[in-house]
């Protein structure tokens, strides 16, 4: 079952009638993503259009797909729905947990003695309910996915915010917390808000530096972090079909960054070829056979202003590459630019290490430009003045790297392979380092680079870039070096200027593996068994949250006002953390330790209203939770941005925390909050953030009326005596009520099972 081609076929033969009836019911031409929300709708086509951004709808995916670090609760929820099979096609992927150290062969080796116990535990669960297994080591869960999965005109989600690289290969793929995939693989509908529409349109085509990634790292610059808050954004025009598929895959991958539900790409010849290329010669056929409907409607791109809620046009031919960072992946700067934003910002300008890979960036096509670049170091003598990684996304691209001899260029220039995983991406990264107080520049192809992220250190300014400029940078040890204008100095003396890089988009050769990692389940796994040791501090057996009494919550303290940005790496970190993904009472500790304190600027230190004296966030609030005290969160604007980890908001829950109120929520977290049934809810007035002082004591006034579209009220008593009064806003509509009032959406399930 590495594809089901059966479930593929159906989708199909479904498809241009569902498209059809939906264009009439409309009025109106379709674009390709609502072609495929509105024929993958759980139930039959609505009476009338849903309102974008507005009407919650019922959806029926086609797959489901799991990384390691997320498939442990995902799979712990799993198992307690009752269910003996996945209900649909779905693959657990081992790639987040293993760390980068010396290089592939010991550093997986490693991970699989270290981490064997997820292992097991993960490939048990696989093996006992249907759903296919890729060892550690078998690659990146994305860039598996689209080779092996994502076809045309499908709907997936993952448990992964990059789970959207699928719309690479014109799929709607959507990142999801845990308890969003037990729906589905429950067999329930899955539940999304109708998009909102971004179109946008590309002319012109790619040249010399410029790569897809600039496409996005561009776009990032123009919308920001939370601009596809909501929104599917759709790429178009003939610059698109210009593109290969892979290099979509690196666009609609990072388009996570600007918050997108996802991005996706109309079926061209690119996609045929690559389908083709990687063994799936029968579903471009199928495709090939629909392909008018695989793609929006004529109209609808010729007219893009009328269709979508907002449109951008970029002109692929005059664009420039980008360097995006640090700390934020939308502070986009032209390369042009660069080097005076290094100077005018003070970022070091010393480059220590360059790293390439990552989900988003290891086609074989990225490889080959940056290979390029690597033998251009070496031919013209120049010295590699930066460390230098290569993360390759799956062990079908890295094998075929191997033979093509690729890996051997980055090795002659001193680079270093590690093994086919997330690696230092994600913080699974034991970097060497004299000082690790000394501000620092490192740059990659990854997609974030969000404090701390990818080694821990503070000091460490990270920047965004695509591969080949990535390779020029660590070539030039640099990051004032400009490889479109600037010469580096030789081992000979001699001045000498890099070319343009060059790639091929599909191995001449094919596409070649020997043993690609992949175990198919067991046909009846009933027999099986699943083990989680006692006292594993790996793993936990989860215990249900509370339900809610009805009444209002009383008494609360603040346990943290968060001061600018939290992403869900501020309120989960990952790196060292993640062997706790499992454990949710042990990864508890590390809850909101990254969140900065409004009130002292630290760092996840607060005061413990109780004794005054100052302690971590989860130490203070087991305090509060000790003496049943219930504590709210207060936050800024995106709270939550990133990361699909529901941790982020099962860890809170677990410690006692009941409310988290924000200027705004990145729309994954919002979600993983209400299915562990805290409450997540908005300021009305957003300057009504100010009036929280450190030692309020909150009340709700109107909790016990909770109901859809009707605003919250929070009473604050201050230490002086005095009273404020807040109005917050919600978006739960009534079964999500239902999920808090049940204190998750799991004992919602479960309750209705028995029912
Ligand atoms: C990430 O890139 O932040 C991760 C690690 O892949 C996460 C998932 C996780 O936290 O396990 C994501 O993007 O969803
Ligand atoms: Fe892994 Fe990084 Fe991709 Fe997340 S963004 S899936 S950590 S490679």
Not at 204 to 212: D, E, H, P
Not at 341 to 354: D, I, Y
């Amino acid at each position: 079952m590495i594809f089901d081609i059966e479930m593929i076929k159906e989708v199909y033969a479904k498809f241009p009638e569902r498209v059809k009836v939906a264009r009439e019911m409309t009025g109106k031409p379709l674009s390709l993503s609502e072609k495929i929300l509105y024929t993958h709708l759980w139930d039959g086509l609505p009476a009338s259009p849903y309102g974008r951004g507005k009407s919650y709808v019922d959806f029926a995916p086609d797959r489901v797909a799991m990384q390691d670090a997320t498939a442990q609760m995902a799979l712990l929820q799993f198992m307690q729905s009752g269910r003996k099979q996945a209900a649909v096609p779905s693959t657990v992927h081992c790639d987040h947990l293993i760390q980068a150290q010396v290089g592939a062969a010991k550093d997986l080796a490693n991970a699989k003695q270290k981490s064997s116990e997820v292992f097991d535990f993960l490939q048990s669960v696989s093996n006992k309910y249907g759903i296919g297994f890729w060892e550690p080591g078998a690659g990146i869960i994305h860039q598996v996915v689209l080779e092996n999965y994502a076809f045309p005109g499908g709907m997936m989600i993952g448990t992964d915010s990059h789970t959207v690289n699928a719309g690479g290969l014109g799929m709607v793929a959507i990142g999801v917390g845990g308890a969003d995939a037990v729906d589905v693989m429950a067999g329930m509908p899955w539940e999304l808000k109708f998009p909102k529409l971004i179109g946008v349109k590309l002319t012109g085509k790619l040249s010399g530096w410029t790569a897809s990634k600039d496409v996005i790292l561009k776009v990032a610059g123009i919308l920001t972090v939370k601009g596809g808050t909501g929104a599917i954004v759709e790429y178009f025009g003939p610059g698109a079909e210009s593109l290969s598929c892979t290099g979509k895959g690196t666009i609609c991958n990072m388009g996570a960054e600007i918050g997108a539900t996802t991005s996706t790409f109309g079926y061209d010849s690119k996609m045929g070829e690559y389908l083709r290329g990687t063994g799936r010669a029968e579903i471009a056929d199928l495709a090939d056979g629909i392909a008018e409907h695989l793609t929006g409607d004529a109209e609808v791109y010729a007219n893009p202003e009328q269709y979508f809620d907002q449109v951008i046009e970029i002109d692929l031919s005059t664009l420039e590459p980008h360097i995006n960072g640090p700390y934020t992946p939308d502070r986009a700067t032209p390369l042009s630019e660069f080097a005076a934003a290094v100077k005018e910002n003070g970022w070091p300008a010393k480059l220590e290490v360059g790293l390439i890979g990552s989900c988003t960036n290891s086609s074989y096509e990225d490889l080959t430009r940056s290979a390029h670049i690597a033998q251009q170091a070496i031919d013209k003598n120049l010295k590699v003045q930066s460390e230098f990684t290569v993360t390759p996304g799956s062990e079908q691209v890295r094998f075929t790297a191997e033979r093509d001899g690729l890996l051997d260029k980055f090795d002659a220039m001193g680079g270093v392979v590690l093994a086919n995983a997330c690696g230092p991406c994600i913080g699974q990264w034991a970097r060497h380092t004299d000082d690790p107080d000394r501000k620092n520049s490192i740059i990659t192809s990854f997609n974030r680079n969000f404090a701390k992220r990818n080694d821990g250190n503070p000091n460490t300014h990270s920047f965004v870039a695509s591969p080949e400029i990535v390779t020029a940078m660590a070539i030039a040890g640099d990051m004032t070096f400009n490889p479109m204008t600037d010469s580096l100095t030789n081992e000979n003396g001699e001045q000498v200027r890099l070319e343009e890089p060059m790639g091929i988009e599909m191995p001449p050769a094919g596409f070649a593996v020997e043993d690609n990692g992949y175990h198919e389940p067991a046909s009846d796994g009933s027999d099986i068994n699943v083990v989680v040791a006692e006292g594993s501090e790996r793993l936990q057996l989860l215990e249900p949250f509370q339900a809610w009494n009805g009444a209002n919550i009383e008494g609360m303290r603040l346990i943290i006002k968060a001061k600018g940005k939290c992403t869900t790496d501020h309120i989960s970190m990952a790196g060292p953390w993640l062997r706790f993904r499992g454990h949710l009472d042990n990864i508890s500790n590390n809850t909101l330790t990254g969140a900065i304190n409004f009130f002292n600027e630290e760092a996840g230190l607060v005061k413990n209203q109780l004794t005054g004296e100052y302690g971590s966030v989860p130490d203070v609030q087991r305090a509060y939770k000790a003496a049943g005290i219930p504590s709210i969160v207060v936050g800024d604007h995106n709270y939550g941005e990133g990361s699909s980890r529901e941790h982020a908001a099962m860890q809170p829950r677990h410690l006692g925390m009941r409310i988290v109120l924000v200027k705004s929520f990145a729309r994954i977290h919002e979600t993983n909050l209400k299915k562990q049934g805290m409450l997540g809810i908005t300021f009305k007035n957003e300057a009504d953030y100010d009036k929280f002082q450190e030692d309020d004591i909150i009340d709700t006034l109107d909790l016990n009326e909770f109901q859809e579209g009707k605003s919250i009220n929070l009473k604050l008593k201050h230490s002086d005596g005095s009273e404020d009064l807040i109005e917050c806003n919600h978006t739960y509509n009534e079964s999500q009520i239902d999920w808090f009032k049940a204190g998750s959406a799991l004992n919602k399930i479960k309750a209705d099972n028995k029912a």
